[in-house]
């Protein structure tokens, strides 16, 4: 099971495609950006939306460089550190594009809410909590890789290290985290997804990532799993689940808990060397996993337009960050095939119902920003611009 990430990055504008380096396996850009071009993920609708939606997210960014003009000032490390990556996938960098004033800013806010005595990205009262640690450092990481001046990567270099030390002295001994990096006592699926992704990144940009934290927390979203027997096209599927957390032992069949989770396990690449499970069986898993969001997927929409409230529905954007990727980095096309089309032309339409008729998506508990970001971190993946989404 080769899950290795490959880090090729594809430009898709106006319907060509530039490959600006090349993959260390081979021709995997070249044929990446041979997919996207047959498969036409990227339509003249989708450039238009992603367009909108990056000027209205740059609108919303206050003069500090968080965003929180439009709502989100309690979760504000989270929203603003999900809307410099989506800035960061439009193809901008912190010294070049369009948006590089604003990631910067962004990066400079960020810098101001790390403790400097533990690492912590925690600001004032801000509620992002692990969450909020997680996605800076993610986005920290993304950013630090597309720098060149020097004394500016030295700068991040050094965050980004205490960062990470912080996330791994966080972990529990089930391998996973909780809300905060202090309380070794609760575990949860959802923050220790944030973490492996953060770790990850960091470890892809160069930073120093023990081998054994990452292999904890791939066991541990192992031991979440839940094995889920259902009917499609009447023939009989085994699929995966994951529970809420290991300390409570809850399971609420979260379609969003799922996509975190098979997204973060398409990423164990060479981490699975010296690992004390078994590969065989984190691919049965993987795979298994894979074939229930697929079952659940037109469901999932379905509610979705019907306006219900189930928590994995009101977590919708959420949830699609971590389902696109789990669908784009699928071995199968035909995961993506089904999906991204759907997913594109839902979030297009919602755009254009929005009332505030400004480019954005509309606002949910989080504010516009965070609705924004993700919509545009979703449409992104198939431009391949953010190591993130690179196959």
């Known amino acids: 099971m080769n899950m290795i990430r490959r880090w090729s990055f594809v430009l898709v ?69 999900l809307c410099g990556l989506a800035l960061l996938a439009s193809g901008s960098t912190p010294e070049k594009g369009p948006y590089a004033t604003h990631i910067r800013k962004c990066i400079d806010w960020l810098l101001t809410t790390q403790d400097r005595n533990t690492g912590y990205f925690t600001g004032d009262n801000d509620g992002s909590r692990i969450h909020g640690h997680g996605y800076a450092t993610l986005f920290l990481a993304q950013a630090y890789g597309a720098l060149e001046d020097v004394k500016e990567k030295n700068r991040l270099k050094k965050a980004l290290e205490a960062a990470v030390e912080r996330i791994s002295k966080g972990q529990t001994q089930f391998g996973g985290w909780g809300y905060v990096p202090d309380d070794l006592t609760w575990d949860e699926g959802s923050t220790t997804v944030c973490c492996i992704q953060a770790l990850r990144a960091a470890s892809d940009a160069g930073l120093k990532v023990e081998k054994k934290t990452i292999q904890n927390a791939i066991k541990y979203m192992y031991d979440t799993a839940e094995k889920r027997v259902f009917i499609h096209n009447k023939e009989e599927h085994t699929g995966y689940t994951f529970k809420y957390s290991l300390a409570s032992g809850w399971n609420s069949d979260s379609y969003a808990l799922c996509a975190a989770a098979i997204a973060t396990l398409n990423g164990i690449g060479v981490y699975a060397e010296g690992a004390t499970w078994n590969e065989h069986d984190i ?10 969001l697929r079952f659940k997927f037109d469901d999932f929409i379905g509610r979705r337009k019907a306006g219900q409230g189930a928590l994995d529905v009101s977590h919708f954007y959420y949830a699609h960050f971590y389902a696109v990727q789990a669908m784009w980095m699928a071995p199968d ?21 929005n009332p505030a008729n400004n480019g954005g998506w509309p606002s949910q508990s989080y504010g516009e920003a965070y609705t924004t970001a993700f919509a545009l971190l979703i449409l992104q993946v198939p431009y391949q611009l953010l190591p993130l989404y690179t196959r």
């Open 283 to 292: 691919g049965k898993v993987y795979y298994g996993g894979l074939k229930w």
């Open 333 to 353: 096309e035909v995961y993506f095939d089904e999906y991204f089309p759907k997913m594109r032309e839902l979030l297009i339409e919602e755009q254009k119902r």
């Open 13 to 81: 504008l106006l319907g060509s495609v530039t490959s600006l380096s090349v993959a260390q396996e081979g021709g995997d850009s070249e044929a990446t950006a041979q997919r996207i071009l047959n498969k036409n993920y990227v339509t003249e609708d989708l450039k238009e939306s992603v367009k909108k939606g990056l000027k209205r997210l740059s609108e919303l960014q206050d003069a500090n460089g968080a965003f929180t003009r439009a709502g989100g000032q309690n979760v504000a490390i989270a929203t603003s550190s």
